[in-house]
């Protein structure tokens, strides 16, 4: 049922956004690795960057969170403050023998957010709506930057990319209420306007790796 709500919100929120941009994938990405690996994006608030993820094949699980502060004040209450150092996150498990990571960045360059909103995405505005990459690795920072050098280098945006990356930044997964919120919540107002038009673009620009059915952090029901 719930995945039938969603599917009707899809159709309602069709005509609330642009289309996605189209965004060249990197030219500099991992190998194919064995085991599982984790990313953590940070693009505006964190529902609709979880949704997008959870619908991508090769990812095995999303998990809305915090980044870039302490484990003390990664509630969100206090990272509401805008004075905790966090971003609304989200850490990303993926199969990297079926979507690598640099795919992951096209995605999150292209549908997930707008990379030259500093400091903000849409209605939402602080730093804790920063548009940041948490690199695992020092080879996920290095793909990140020259992929950030390379849109850049293409004129992809009329304006240029704020995205930043910190590195060593420890990530803390969100209140349960906050997880599959899209999912659970697909007719809410805000999911409505700013997330469902980012899943449907999704399924248009990236029809081979889009999964109609989510991952979810908790088992549906």
Not at 103 to 114: E, G
Not at 191 to 196: C, E, N, Q, Y
Request: with cysteine.
């Amino acid at each position: 049922m719930k995945h039938l709500v969603l599917a009707l919100a899809l159709t309602l929120a069709a005509p609330l956004a642009a289309e996605a941009r189209a965004v060249p994938a990197p030219v500099q990405d991992e190998p194919a690795g064995a085991a599982t690996e984790v990313a953590v994006l940070a693009g505006g608030c964190f529902w609709g960057v979880q949704g997008v993820f959870q619908h991508v094949e090769g990812v095995l699980k999303a998990v809305s969170g915090y980044a870039g502060g302490t484990k003390d004040t990664a509630d969100y209450e206090t990272v509401s403050s805008e004075k905790t150092g966090h971003a609304e996150a989200v850490e990303i498990t993926f199969d990297p023998k079926r979507i690598s990571y640099g795919r992951l960045l096209q995605i999150y360059f292209s549908v997930a957010h707008d990379p030259t909103e500093l400091n903000r995405q849409g209605p939402d505005v602080g730093t804790s709506y920063r548009s940041t990459i948490f690199p695992r690795s020092d080879e996920q920072a290095r793909i990140a930057k020259a992929y950030i050098a390379q849109l850049d280098a293409a004129h992809v945006y009329g304006d240029k990319i704020v995205t930043t990356i910190e590195p060593d930044k420890a990530f803390y997964p969100a209140e349960d209420y906050h997880q599959d919120f899209l999912t659970r919540h697909p007719m809410y107002p805000y999911i409505v306007m700013f997330d469902l038009p980012k899943i449907r673009d999704l399924k248009a620009s990236f029809s081979d790796v889009f999964r109609p059915e989510p991952v979810l952090v908790f088992a549906s029901k």
